[in-house]
Every structure is written in structure tokens, then in C-alpha cells.
């Protein structure tokens, strides 16, 4: 080998060292803090149930980006992201436009209120969103693709972003104090038996209110489910005639 080759390749490799020392881009691929910079093809999200099913979404960029956000009950809490092979990708929206996801109706009806729900965005080449969600069943295509998406979630090797997510105040923090809550139930239904629900959620009788009326104050375990969360699903209770926060009254 001459010298001039040698000179050439010594050029070439500090060309290549500078390059990725100096450019992260180059050594971990794109970038969750430069994904508005990118097209979103895919967000998908996983909600909550009344027991503690995994909620969080993702959210796939057409470079091979995913964007990993846990909200609850999940072993990945915060914005996580991963760089993967952008032919899996493509291979992924392939599916999505093979399946028609266009002309999927905007929900699929449930007959399991309390069932995780589930449910997908697509974004054409335009940037044209197209949003489609489900619980316990639809089409076996749409589940397909569901499945899909939730293998590219539980990858592993994720690397950490943030402990929070932007705009989010869902996720539950440990050792926060207990919430309250009362509700009015049914004329009939007993709180002992009826709490047995909400035994996922870790939801505590307090006290009757009332010795003749059927109002009670129960506690939410915030580091499982918050009082306001709670509170939706309350609402929906056949045994609840009303549920409201307890507030504090201050004499005037």
C-alpha cells in the first residue's frame, strides 16, 4: 500500500470519527426531542381499565422512530424512545394501507364497559389523520394491526427521555395521601359488598355520613387511580345515584 492510500484512509477514518463524535444523530438515529421535525405515521394508545391494565401510547415516525409514552401501570413511567430498522416500519404502514384503515368507523361498539380501550391514528402521506379505537373486539385485520403495534411497544432495550410527559398530570406519583370521595348509593346495596368492585383499585370505606341515608365517604389510592379517574367510572356505576369529591368548607 502506498503512502498516498495510507494518508486517504487515515483521512477517511478521522472523517468518519469527528463526524460521529460530534453528531449524536449519527450514532443513536433520530431523535424524541426532534419528532415534530419528523412525519408521524402511527400513534398508538392503550387505556385504562378498572384493573391495572398497562396505559400508555406510541407514537411511530416514518425514520424508524418510536416514541414511547407511559402514563400508568407500566414498567416504562415518562417518554422513552427507540431507533429500529425503518424497513420494519414501511413494512408496518404497507399493512395499514393494504387494510383500508380509511374507511375503518370511528369507534367499534363494546359490549365490556370496563375493557382496556384501544385505539389507533394513521396518517397518510399528507399528513391526513385517520382514527379508529376498540375494546374487547373488532375486525380480525384491525386487531392484527394492533398486535403489531403493541410488539414494536414492548421492544425492549427503550431508552429513557423524560420521567414526565408533556401536558400529562395523569400519572400517578408514589406515596401521595389518600383522596376523598362521597357517594350516594342505591337503597338496597350494601358498601362492603359493593366495594368489592373496586378491590383493583384500592378503594376504602371511611365512614357513613348519615345514619338513615345512604351516603357514604370512601378513599381513592391516587397511586393507583386518582379521585377525578375514579370519578368517571363512579358516574357510570348502576349502584351510584352521585359521587363527588369530598371538599374541604371553610367557615365564613
Given at each position: 500500500m502506498t503512502l498516498l492510500h495510507k494518508l486517504g484512509l487515515c483521512a477517511l477514518f478521522a472523517t468518519l470519527f469527528l463526524t460521529s463524535s460530534c453528531d449524536p444523530a449519527v450514532i443513536l438515529g433520530p431523535q424524541a426531542q426532534n419528532a415534530d421535525k419528523y412525519d408521524l405515521r402511527i400513534s398508538y394508545f392503550q387505556g385504562a381499565c378498572y384493573g391495572r391494565c398497562e396505559v400508555y401510547r406510541?407514537?411511530?415516525?416514518d425514520n424508524g422512530l418510536l416514541v414511547f409514552k407511559g402514563e400508568r401501570f407500566t414498567e416504562r413511567p415518562g417518554v422513552w424512545q427507540k431507533s429500529i430498522d425503518r424497513r420494519r416500519i414501511v413494512s408496518v404502514i404497507d399493512s395499514f394501507e393494504r387494510a383500508d384503515f380509511k374507511n375503518y368507523p370511528r369507534a367499534f361498539r363494546s359490549q365490556i364497559p370496563d375493557a382496556p380501550s384501544r385505539e389507533i391514528t394513521f396518517y397518510?402521506?399528507?399528513?391526513?389523520?385517520?382514527?379508529?379505537?376498540?375494546?374487547?373486539?373488532?375486525?380480525?385485520?384491525?386487531?392484527?394491526?394492533?398486535?403489531?403495534?403493541?410488539?414494536?411497544?414492548?421492544?425492549?432495550?427503550?431508552?429513557?427521555?423524560?420521567?414526565?410527559?408533556?401536558?400529562?398530570?395523569?400519572?400517578?406519583?408514589?406515596?401521595?395521601?389518600?383522596?376523598?370521595?362521597?357517594?350516594?348509593?342505591?337503597?338496597?346495596?350494601?358498601?362492603?359488598?359493593?366495594?368489592?368492585?373496586?378491590?383493583?383499585?384500592?378503594?376504602?370505606?371511611?365512614?357513613?355520613?348519615?345514619?338513615?341515608?345512604?351516603?357514604?365517604?370512601?378513599?381513592?389510592?391516587?397511586?393507583?387511580?386518582?379521585?377525578?379517574?375514579?370519578?368517571?367510572?363512579?358516574?357510570?356505576?348502576?349502584?351510584?345515584?352521585?359521587?363527588?369529591?369530598?371538599?374541604?368548607?371553610?367557615?365564613?
Open positions: 406510541l407514537d411511530v415516525y397518510d402521506e399528507e399528513g391526513e389523520g385517520y382514527t379508529t379505537s376498540f375494546k374487547e373486539s373488532a375486525t380480525p385485520e384491525l386487531e392484527n394491526l394492533a398486535l403489531k403495534l403493541r410488539r414494536l411497544a414492548e421492544m425492549p432495550n427503550y431508552r429513557p427521555v423524560s420521567d414526565t410527559i408533556p401536558g400529562l398530570n395523569l400519572r400517578p406519583k408514589a406515596n401521595k395521601e389518600r383522596e376523598e370521595i362521597i357517594v350516594e348509593l342505591q337503597a338496597g346495596t350494601r358498601v362492603e359488598t359493593w366495594l368489592v368492585n373496586y378491590g383493583k383499585q384500592n378503594v376504602q370505606f371511611k365512614q357513613r355520613l348519615s345514619p338513615n341515608g345512604n351516603y357514604y365517604l370512601i378513599t381513592a389510592d391516587p397511586n393507583l387511580m386518582g379521585a377525578d379517574e375514579l370519578l368517571e367510572y363512579l358516574r357510570k356505576d348502576a349502584s351510584v345515584l352521585s359521587a363527588q369529591r369530598n371538599q374541604a368548607v371553610n367557615p365564613r
